[in-house]
């Protein structure tokens, strides 16, 4: 699969506007003042990859998701250039009524097979989850 994007730069600062074949915009700034930096947005994908695969096989587990949030914390190597993500945590809250051991087994298989993103971070970060379930309260 061929995959074509492309960023215009807004004239100002490090401020650029990326577009997918579709059209649909993500800002991008090294200044993070308009949007994020090219790292962060890395960790936007790896949170997004997981995400999408976790609700998908949670559903096809019959779990039932009302809400889901990933937050992710990420360590830098320090010193001379390229400084690249060496640490990356996954914090999956997840909201409804769910079994842990279910939602455990999906964020494996997501970070472990079917999240391309984390294939390829996995090369160069440790990368590491938790899981807190929270109850729906209706």
Same mark, same amino acid.
């Given at each position: 699969?061929? +995959?074509?994007?492309?960023?215009?730069?807004?004239? $100002?600062?490090? @401020?650029?506007?990326?577009?997918?074949?579709?059209?649909?915009?993500?800002?991008?700034? !090294? /200044?993070?003042? =308009?949007?994020?930096?090219?790292?962060?947005? #890395?960790?936007?994908?790896?949170? %997004?990859? *997981? %995400?999408? /695969?976790?609700?998908?096989?949670?559903?096809?587990?019959?779990?039932?998701?009302?809400?889901?949030?990933?937050?992710?914390?990420?360590?830098?190597? $320090? !010193? &001379?250039?390229?400084?690249?993500?060496?640490?990356? @945590? #996954?914090?999956?809250?997840?909201?409804?009524?769910?079994? +842990?051991?279910?939602? =455990?087994? +999906?964020? &494996?298989?997501? #970070? !472990?097979?079917?999240?391309?993103?984390?294939?390829?971070? @996995?090369?160069? +970060?440790?990368? *590491?989850?938790?899981?807190?379930? #929270?109850?729906? @309260?209706?």
């Amino acid at each position: 699969m061929k +995959a074509q994007v492309h960023i215009e730069w807004s004239g $100002e600062g490090s @401020h650029f506007t990326g577009y997918n074949p579709n059209g649909i915009q993500v800002a991008i700034d !090294g /200044d993070q003042l =308009q949007g994020s930096s090219p790292m962060m947005l #890395l960790l936007h994908a790896e949170a %997004g990859c *997981t %995400g999408i /695969d976790v609700l998908s096989i949670l559903k096809k587990m019959q779990q039932q998701v009302n809400a889901l949030r990933i937050e992710v914390e990420a360590v830098k190597t $320090e !010193g &001379d250039y390229p400084r690249i993500w060496e640490s990356i @945590h #996954l914090r999956y809250l997840i909201t409804g009524k769910v079994d +842990a051991e279910r939602a =455990q087994h +999906a964020i &494996d298989l997501s #970070l !472990g097979k079917y999240c391309s993103v984390s294939a390829m971070l @996995h090369h160069t +970060a440790k990368v *590491t989850n938790e899981l807190v379930i #929270l109850e729906s @309260h209706h």
